[in-house]
């Protein structure tokens, strides 16, 4: 069976009913029988169908054992986290999500837990810093928002062989271009809130075990520090996975069109899309996912916060929010928006030049998105000339 057969079949139809959609079990409680007596539900914390389905499914989109679901990615990451102790250390990607180097620097480092970022796209970078300490290595692939791709495979080895476990975060590439699992990762995190919502509709996030030992453990995390997922939004990120793979095809050929034509119209100044031919990590991008999708980052020619901030605000497909994966175009600005609170030298260092820009390109005609951007730099373009002759 191929995998979009899958997908679309991993969520059952209710046994119960036969209603075809899964239903949203609203209950905070379930009725037992007598005193532990019950149908493997007792308190929707721990356990709640809806939930649970949903876990499963991912469980099995992602090739993994199994998963549990999380009111947000960062809840997801948190939980993750929490399988470590004081005086471990975490091996991170360089350009890694900011919520995840606010989250691991200033709320974990208090408890005794360090970080070490390196640029993991040379596996040789990880073998180098690794060390006895590090019992968790972070990647992301691709990475936010310079797209850099890492070696799961090869980073795997390293991991295993320094005894520290392996966790992707998924979120960009969604299980749909790559299986970080079947690569050698002992999990996998996504914000659930992007591609595999699919909708800007909901915030969400999942982690994923390749054993069942280790999902035992996150499962205990969740129901321990309680930060899972609602019923009503397990049905909405189920309802998105159904429709996952179509979307995410959709999104990679749109942002490959987008891409090529940002490269060739010459109105960019650098283009980073892993599937163009010119980016550092293509080679890698082609044999570690079934297609590139949906993110593309650029620099203008005049590389100012000042350019930016009127490229962003002259889309008109394109609307300038934070976030990414959803139906609709997005267009950000990470040294204003997503990355603000990095300080610019080490913003700037980290790829993130004050005039880049990010797209997630959405589901609209790809022809359509790229004259929206047309216009933007040629508005961007005519302004410069007006502020020109005015001087
Ligand atoms: C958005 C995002 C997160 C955080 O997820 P939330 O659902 O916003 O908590 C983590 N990792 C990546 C790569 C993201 O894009």
Redesign the pocket.
């Known amino acids: 069976m191929k995998d979009t057969t899958k997908a679309i079949h991993a969520i059952p139809v209710d046994p119960l009913t036969g209603s075809i959609s899964v239903p949203i079990y609203q209950t905070s409680t379930f009725v037992q029988d007598s005193p532990g007596e019950h149908k493997g539900f007792d308190y929707a914390r721990s356990n709640n169908p809806t939930r649970q389905i949903l876990e499963e499914t991912l469980a099995k989109l992602e090739g993994g054992k199994r998963a549990s679901a999380f009111a947000?990615?960062?809840?997801a990451?948190d939980a993750v986290v929490k399988l470590l102790q004081s005086g471990d250390e975490i091996l991170a990607v360089d350009d890694i999500?900011g919520?995840?180097f606010r989250l691991f620097t200033h709320v974990y480092d208090k408890f005794g837990i360090s970080v070490k970022y390196a640029d993991t796209t040379e596996a040789e970078n990880v073998f180098n810093a690794i060390g006895p300490k590090t019992k968790l290595v972070w990647l992301?692939s691709p990475t936010?928002p310079t797209l850099k791709i890492s070696d799961i495979e090869t980073i795997a080895k390293i991991a295993h062989a320094n005894g520290a476990l392996l966790c992707v975060?998924n979120?960009?590439a969604s299980p749909v271009l790559q299986k970080p699992i079947t690569c050698g990762a002992d999990l996998v995190?996504h914000?659930?809130?992007?591609y595999l919502g699919g909708h800007s509709d909901l915030?969400?996030?999942a982690v994923v075990s390749a054993h069942d030992a280790l999902g035992e453990k996150i499962k205990f995390i969740q129901n321990a520090s309680g930060a899972i997922l609602s019923p009503f939004d397990s049905f909405l990120v189920l309802r998105g996975i159904e429709t996952l793979h179509l979307r995410v095809e959709k999104h990679s050929a749109n942002a490959l069109k987008v891409a090529r034509w940002l490269y060739d119209s010459g109105f960019a100044d650098k283009v980073y899309y892993p599937g163009l031919e010119t980016h550092a990590n293509h080679e890698i991008a082609k044999r570690q996912q079934s297609a590139f999708g949906g993110i593309i980052s650029f620099t203008l020619s005049e590389d100012t916060e000042v350019a930016a901030t009127k490229f962003v605000t002259s889309t008109q497909l394109f609307k300038l929010a934070e976030?990414?994966g959803g139906v609709k175009s997005l267009i950000c600005h990470p040294a204003a928006m997503t990355h603000k609170s990095i300080p610019a030298e080490r913003r700037r260092h980290a790829g993130v030049a004050d005039s880049l820009i990010r797209l997630s390109v959405g589901l609209e005609d790809a022809d359509d998105l790229i004259h929206d951007l047309e216009q933007a730099f040629i508005t961007l373009k005519e302004n410069k000339t007006t502020f020109i002759h005015q001087n």
């Open positions: 947000s990615g960062l809840a990451i999500y919520g995840a992301e936010n975060d979120t960009f995190v914000s659930a809130t992007k915030i969400a996030g976030s990414l």
